[in-house]
């Protein structure tokens, strides 16, 4: 079996160039999170904008309530902890009290899209210049695989049994179609992580919401579409086709708003 | 040495680097780690071409990946 290189920077063999590691923004620490979950791909994604655009020393994160609420334990640079769906209003404190820092909230869809709608319409209305890393997996993860505003139509979950119905729950919300009508959102976009080809994608889109705040432009939101697998019950590659067989169909991707010209 | 080492100690045996390696060089193997996982392994070194995109998918970012210096200079995390 291959050797463990952890921190390859350092020790990259003669002859060879280090193509892809760990951002140097994360901690060693093993992630949490069930196997094949997006949520470490996400946390790396956030982890490579942090180094590439040099904010280690003054970024702040705020994390969710979900199974993110750990996040902190990966990251090197300053976070603080959120009660559920409340991370942009505490973006908007750190923001506004200590303005030269890259402040972010990283967040599911039950704490953005649902306990926390109004913190993140609002903040969105008020055009705060932080941004938003949001992670759409369809259900409620941590807490045992619950229906989520986000959840498709016929979703099987624990309060679904049956598959959602919209005479019943009504229609999925779709977060950058309904936070496009605002005048202080600066760019709005969505992109699934079913391959390596959209992850790339996925890296502009947050390279963009990442500039936004830094040329005050004001509130970036980039939703990601995450598999699930154990409250979806399906594998970790299954998940992965799931999203582009059933989730693209109703939360199309690509740019919402791109204001950065403006 | 190999061009795309799988950290062993994170891997949660989820498959995604298997699936997405378009070269077929990766599999899993039968042992498990530390923490009960299977973990996969780069079976076929000769047929990898450090296109990293076993590394862009893996949740764990577990995967480290080189390039021979006389290869062309392109960086896939600027891509
Ligand atoms: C005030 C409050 N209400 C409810 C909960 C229970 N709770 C914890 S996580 C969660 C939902 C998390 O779902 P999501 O944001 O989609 O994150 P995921 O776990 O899927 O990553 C809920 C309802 C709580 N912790 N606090
Ligand atoms: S429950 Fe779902 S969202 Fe939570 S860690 Fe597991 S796969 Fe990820
Ligand atoms: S670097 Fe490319 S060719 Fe090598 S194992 Fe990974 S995906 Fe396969
Ligand atoms: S993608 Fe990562 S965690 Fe999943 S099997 Fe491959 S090395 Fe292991």
Same mark, same amino acid.
């Given at each position: ?7 390859? /920077? ?5 002859? @060879? ?12 620490? #093993? ?22 655009? !040099?904010?280690?020393? &003054? ?5 969710? =309530? ?5 996040? +902190? ?25 200590? #303005? ?15 306990? /926390? ?19 759409n997996n369809g259900?409620? /993860? ?22 959602? !119905? ?16 605002? !005048?202080? $959102?600066?760019?709005?976009?969505r992109v699934p992580l079913s391959?390596?080809? *959209? ?5 502009? +889109?947050?390279? *963009?919401? $990442?500039?936004? %705040? @830094? ?8 939703e990601a579409l995450s598999p699930?697998? =154990? %409250? ?11 999203i !582009?067989?059933?989730v693209v169909? $109703?939360f199309?991707p /690509?740019?919402?708003? *791109?204001?950065? *010209?403006? | ?8 100690? =994170? ?35 000769? @047929? ?18 080189? &390039? ?12």
């Open positions: 079996m291959s050797t463990i290189i952890e921190r390859p /920077g350092t020790q990259t063999p003669e002859g @060879l160039n280090c193509v892809f590691e760990k951002p140097r923004a994360m901690s060693d620490k #093993p992630f949490h999170y069930c196997p094949g979950c997006s949520h470490g791909t996400y946390h790396r994604l956030v982890g490579e904008m942090i180094d590439e655009f !040099d904010l280690m020393s &003054r970024t702040v994160g705020v994390c969710p =309530v979900g199974c993110a609420v750990f996040a +902190y334990e990966y990251f090197e640079f300053d976070m603080v902890e959120a009660s559920h769906g409340r991370a942009p209003a505490v973006a908007t404190g750190v923001k506004r009290c200590l #303005p030269d820092r890259f402040v972010f909230t990283y967040q599911g869809d039950g704490d953005l899209a649902s306990i /926390g709608m109004a913190e993140t319409i609002h903040a969105a209305a008020r055009g705060e210049n932080i941004t938003v890393f949001f992670v259900i409620f /993860g941590m807490t045992g695989g619950q229906m989520a505003p986000t959840s498709l139509i016929g979703q099987k979950t624990t309060t679904s049994q049956a598959g959602r !119905d919209p005479m019943l729950t009504g229609q999925p919300i779709k977060v950058c179609e309904l936070l496009s009508s605002l !005048d202080g $959102v600066a760019y709005l976009a391959s390596p080809k *959209n992850i790339k994608t996925c890296r502009k +889109y947050m390279r *963009n919401a $990442v500039r936004c %705040q @830094l040329e005050g432009k004001g509130f970036a939101l980039v699930c697998p =154990v %409250q979806w019950g399906m594998t970790p590659g299954d998940a992965i086709d799931y !582009d067989e059933k169909k $109703v199309p /690509g740019e919402f708003i *791109n204001k950065l *010209n403006d | 040495m190999d061009l795309c080492q799988i950290n062993e100690r =994170v891997c949660k045996g989820c498959e995604l680097c298997v699936k997405f390696c378009p070269q077929h060089a990766l599999e899993m193997s039968e042992g498990r780690n530390s923490a009960g996982f299977h973990p996969a392994y780069l079976a076929h070194p000769d @047929l990898c071409t450090g296109c990293a995109l076993c590394a862009e998918m893996c949740p764990e970012a577990g995967i480290v990946v080189y &390039r021979r210096q006389k290869a062309r200079a392109s960086q896939t995390q600027t891509g």
